[in-house]
């Protein structure tokens, strides 16, 4: 793969209970595009997987700031998903990011947290599909197609992990703009 992210720098926001393909695939693959990544959560130390993967984190969501990062990575996983959209800091965070303009890339249940961030409305997005009504009321146009980039953003969306090939075919292409 040739270095299409080189000195860029990707956010993966997540907590435990994310879904362990949503963070390991993209990660590997912006990572092998020549971008540094890190890991944001709501807590120091490690995040565990549903299937048992373990990282750790790099920074912390009180301390992360939009202005240190080119783009975010939202994976899925419904605990994870649930438990980042009631943590203040990783609203805010992601509230930033979306605020700035700068690219995102959501699969599955990630999607959640757009929502509490407002950043939804507007915007022509897919996710795991029993977050359509939520996405809905919160603004967005909800399809159910593998990936969707909508350019304004960007916001690259996907469903579930089958669909990871896509995800990250397109995060690569809306992140080296």
């Excluded at 469903?159 to 075919?169: E, G, H, S, V």
């Amino acid at each position: 793969m040739t270095q299409r992210l080189s000195g860029k720098k990707i956010a993966f926001l997540l907590t435990d209970g994310f879904e362990d393909s949503e963070l390991t695939s993209p990660w590997n693959t912006v990572t092998e595009a020549g971008a540094t990544a890190h890991l944001i959560a709501p807590s120091s130390g490690e995040v565990e997987g549903k299937k048992g993967h373990t990282q750790s984190v790099d920074v912390t969501a009180a301390s992360a700031s939009a202005a240190d990062y080119d783009a975010l990575v939202l994976p899925g996983g419904t605990g994870n998903a649930d438990a980042l959209r009631t943590d203040e800091d990783a609203v805010r965070f992601t509230r930033e990011i979306t605020s700035a303009g700068k690219p995102v890339a959501v699969i599955c249940h990630g999607a959640w947290i757009l929502t509490e961030a407002d950043a939804v409305k507007g915007r022509r997005m897919t996710s795991y599909p029993s977050l359509k009504t939520d996405l809905r009321n919160a603004g967005a146009t909800w399809v159910d197609e593998e990936v969707v980039v909508d350019t304004a953003g960007p916001l690259v969306s996907s469903r579930t992990p089958k669909d990871l090939p896509a995800f990250n075919r397109e995060l690569v292409e809306a992140f080296s703009g």
